[in-house]
């Protein structure tokens, strides 16, 4: 049976992590009428745009934090979801990796990785 | 060049070397209901179902694992190497004398064992280049203390005056404090303590009679009496600034409430107090059979608290406000405060100390503002005094939130009372869940002083 544990302080609700976008995502962290022309700032939408991969934004660059196998989204995606399970996942948690290009139906769009950060990253 | 302080846990070799006995404990389960479980790492409170308590009291730890686990998910707080920063808030024992004679005074009356003396204008800027030199763009605290400072009003002055021009320069803001008996402000340094926004701590104990005890001027005269006659336009009108109480609680009379209510209808709107541990009258500092009762005081105030806010009152207490700010943030710990590490302090003569306490000290001595603040000193002290790298400290459930006791008085007088700061925690987690429930929005909007 799984214990019933509710979290009372600060440091023990930050402990709970749920699936899901965390809480910066909501509408109501944008920007809003603070600084017109930048209503809303769009890094902050989505961290989860591939399955099983969760990411931050970082002044470095796109970071991979770290891999989900409990995302819904792998129960999609068998194959992703066993690579994530076998040696894929198994380099993939190992040293720090970033995003540098995203590659759809014969486009691709660089993302920015500043090196130096990086290098103190790694 | 900022070096680095490793205040993660000691290794087992250093922990077997200080003697330690068994696994430091990772849960303490709270006494009374409801069901209330304490994470040691990250300070984290939880409650759990009946069922689930009553096997972690039968099994223990083992049992805990659904609780341990969660707390992988965060890197405890306690175990982060961090870079050691310049400190950013001095205290310039501007007045090494006092104009009272009181008789638990840790200070020697303002001279710390040596001889009457005032720091220099020069010294006090040179202490303020320091400060800012390490910095910027941030806030900076610098804070007067003695002796009674008020003995030393012209380096008072111009030392602020100078901080606020120099802090103007390197962009950064400087927040400013004083310790004082009160007795000797006037008119015109009430104006400054409010447009400088002063935090003014005001020494006194309680009533006239129970603060005459011990706070006497040197012919005998009352320094409440003193004190109330010169403060009492400050509180009727603090402005800017901010007035507190700080009482000193001796083994001679025990009572909190009656304390706190005195200084409240004095005009004070925070008081907090502090138990006498070490004092060159041994008669005086509490004895390990006091510190129950101390307990039981300190419960007891805390419950006319209590009744205060569900009237509708703000927080007055400060011990109990403080607990229950750093319980809500899940403070956690591994020194006692930040002597030595953010914060430092300087003697008239212009050397550095760990803190206002240890003063002329040379165990506690961190250099001095001629050649700078001694960046080893500061580091070995710190490492020193990991509260891991102290027994029993390393066995107990409250060390990330005790921190291991004033390095001072532990130092000095070893430690004691550690039954009444786990039974005073236990009490303030047992408050905080209670707050939690009937005012959340309380601790949410961080209503309680700050």
């Known amino acids: 049976m799984i214990p019933k544990i509710f979290p009372r302080n600060l440091t023990a609700r930050a402990a709970v992590e749920v699936v899901g976008n965390p809480v910066n995502t909501r509408l109501e962290s944008g920007v809003g009428n603070c600084f017109p022309g930048l209503e809303f700032d769009h890094r902050n939408l989505d961290r989860r745009f591939f399955p099983g991969l969760v990411f931050e934004f970082t002044e470095a660059g796109v970071l991979l934090l770290h891999t989900d196998l409990n995302d819904p989204a792998l129960d999609e995606n068998p194959g992703v979801k066993k690579a994530l399970a076998g040696k894929t996942g198994e380099t993939l948690s190992l040293g720090s990796w970033f995003l540098e290009e995203i590659t759809q139906e014969g486009k691709t769009i660089s993302v920015p990785v500043s090196n130096s950060d990086m290098a103190m990253m790694t | ?450």
Not at chain 2, 126 to 141: N, P
Not at chain 2, 197 to 211: H, Y
Not at chain 2, 321 to 341: D, E, I, M, T
Request: hydrophobic content about 40%; proline content about 6%; overall charge neutral.
């Open chain 2, 1 to 450: 060049m900022v070096g680095l302080v490793t205040l993660e846990a000691p290794s087992r070799p250093i922990a077997a070397a200080i003697g330690a006995s068994g696994p430091p404990p990772l849960l303490h389960l709270l006494p009374g209901g409801p069901p209330l479980v304490f994470v040691v790492e990250g300070s984290r409170l939880f409650e759990v179902d009946p069922e689930y308590f009553d096997q972690l009291a039968r099994a223990g730890e083992p049992a805990g694992e659904a609780l341990l686990e969660l707390g992988k998910r965060v890197v405890p707080t306690t175990a982060r190497s961090v870079p050691l920063p310049p400190p950013n808030a001095i205290s310039l024992n501007i007045a090494h004398a006092c104009n009272l004679s009181c008789s638990y005074c840790y200070a020697d009356e303002g001279r710390f064992g040596g001889r009457v003396s005032m720091m220099s204008r020069e010294i006090a800027c040179a202490a303020i280049d320091r400060l800012l030199d390490g910095v910027s763009e941030q806030r900076v605290t610098v804070g007067f203390i003695g002796g009674e400072p008020f003995l030393n009003r012209q380096a008072l002055y111009s030392a602020t005056e100078y901080a606020c021009e120099r802090a103007k320069r390197t962009g950064c803001r400087v927040g400013f404090s004083v310790t004082t008996n009160g007795t000797l402000l006037t008119a015109q340094d009430i104006e400054f303590l409010r447009e400088h926004s002063f935090s003014v701590s005001i020494s006194l104990d309680g009533s006239a009679e129970t603060n005459d005890q011990h706070r006497r001027s040197r012919n005998g005269g009352s320094g409440f009496d003193m004190a109330m006659r010169a403060i009492t336009p400050l509180l009727r009108d603090p402005g800017r600034a901010r007035v507190a109480a700080r009482a000193t609680i001796t083994r001679q009379d025990l009572q909190v409430v009656e304390r706190v209510d005195a200084l409240l209808r004095a005009g004070f709107a925070e008081v907090g107090v502090s138990p006498l541990r070490t004092s060159p009258d041994a008669q005086l500092a509490l004895r390990d059979q006091d510190w129950s009762l101390f307990l039981n005081e300190m419960v007891r105030a805390a419950e006319v608290e209590w009744q205060r806010v569900c009237d509708g009152s703000q927080f007055r207490f400060s011990n109990l406000a403080v607990a229950l700010r750093q319980l809500h943030a899940g403070y956690c710990k591994p020194l006692p405060c930040g002597s030595a590490a953010s914060y430092v302090s300087v003697s008239a003569r212009g050397e550095y100390f760990t803190c206002h306490r240890t003063i002329d000290d040379p165990r506690f001595a961190l250099g001095n503002t001629a050649t700078g603040l001694s960046q080893n000193r500061r580091e070995n002290f710190l490492r020193s005094r990991h509260v891991d790298r102290q027994e029993p400290c390393r066995s107990c459930w409250a060390r990330y939130l005790c921190g291991g006791g004033c390095h001072a008085e532990v130092l000095s007088a070893g430690r004691s009372g550690c039954d009444y700061i786990r039974g005073w925690l236990e009490y303030c987690l047992r408050f905080y869940d209670r707050t939690l429930r009937q005012f959340p929005a309380m601790l949410d909007r961080g209503e309680l002083m700050q």
